[in-house]
Nanobody, 122 residues
Framework: QLVESGGGLVQPGESLTLSCVVSGGTSSGHAVGWFRQVPGKGREFVSAITWIGGVPAHANSVRDRFAISRDNAKNTVSLQMNDLNPDDTGVYYC?????????????????WGQGTQVTVSS
């Protein structure tokens, strides 16, 4: 089970941190990713991290502004989002896949959270 939190309404240039609690045996030896979706479009890869090694990956559009981390003791993956702009608006989903392999394709993730809304607007 994956449960996201931390979404909300912020102004351009502000920051926001999303959290994903991973439970139910999906955390060990896995990779966890963040995707986002806007109405009428498919889910877009944002960032991912391997659970044991902590190796991160980011989409080019967020590479210099977002940071992903994990806390193995708390079974939590966090996405720190800085310098947000309106293009970052969307529903953000946490996803997990078996194996310590980074992936940006939604088809490679077996487990998904319900999503949390992020709105960047002045």
């Amino acid at each position: 089970q994956l449960v996201e939190s931390g979404g909300g309404l912020v102004q351009p240039g502000e920051s926001l941190t999303l959290s994903c609690v991973v439970s139910g045996g999906t955390s060990s030896g896995h990779a966890v990713g963040w995707f986002r979706q806007v109405p009428g479009k498919g889910r877009e890869f944002v960032s991912a991290i391997t659970w044991i090694g902590g190796v991160p990956a980011h989409a080019n559009s967020v590479r210099d502004r977002f940071a992903i981390s994990r806390d193995n003791a708390k079974n939590t993956v966090s996405l720190q989002m800085n310098d947000l702009n309106p293009d970052d608006t969307g529903v953000y989903y946490c996803a997990a896949r078996h194996g310590e392999v980074l992936a940006s394709d939604i088809r490679q993730y077996e487990y998904w959270g319900q999503g949390t809304q992020v709105t960047v607007s002045s």
